[in-house]
């Protein structure tokens, strides 16, 4: 289930408890998927950009663009100060139909950790957390570093 701010409101992040929550979210379809086609336009449906703000970060990336500079958007809005780094992660999440967990109380399966050798998982920055039938749940730092 979602976790809250400090102020109450919900955030993005999930915390499950034991291995039975964490299936039931991986399995379940992700309650904050949008229709956006773009990340700018799922972030001012979400409220968490203005429009002129996008407007703005779309003129500088094509601005850098001409220059041969290629940046995500979401990058150069971070980076002109209109959402955070943390915020940014999690509009993409849920933006992908993807959960961001906090891994607080899971304690990793031992099936799960055996099945991706210690030196794999340092390297790729993730933590085999569940096995079940054919499928492995992991955790992973970046789950979009294509590197």
Do not use: C
């Amino acid at each position: 289930m979602p976790a809250s701010t400090a102020n109450g409101t919900p955030s993005t992040y999930f915390e499950p408890h034991d291995a039975e929550s964490l299936w039931r979210l991986v399995t379940t379809p992700h309650p904050l998927v949008g229709k956006a086609r773009h990340l700018g336009e799922a972030l001012v449906n979400a409220d968490m950009v203005a429009p002129a703000a996008l407007m703005a970060g779309l003129r500088s990336q094509q601005l850098e663009r001409k220059q041969g500079t290629q940046r995500l958007i979401g990058q150069i809005l971070v980076d002109q100060g209109h959402l955070s780094q943390d915020q940014l992660r999690d509009a993409i999440a849920s933006w992908l139909g993807e959960y961001v967990v906090h891994p607080e109380h899971l304690q990793p399966d031992a099936t799960a950790l055996a099945l991706v050798p210690r030196d794999v998982a340092e390297r790729e920055s993730v933590l085999p957390l569940l096995a079940r039938d054919d499928a492995l749940v992991v955790l992973m730092a970046d789950p979009y570093d294509r590197t």
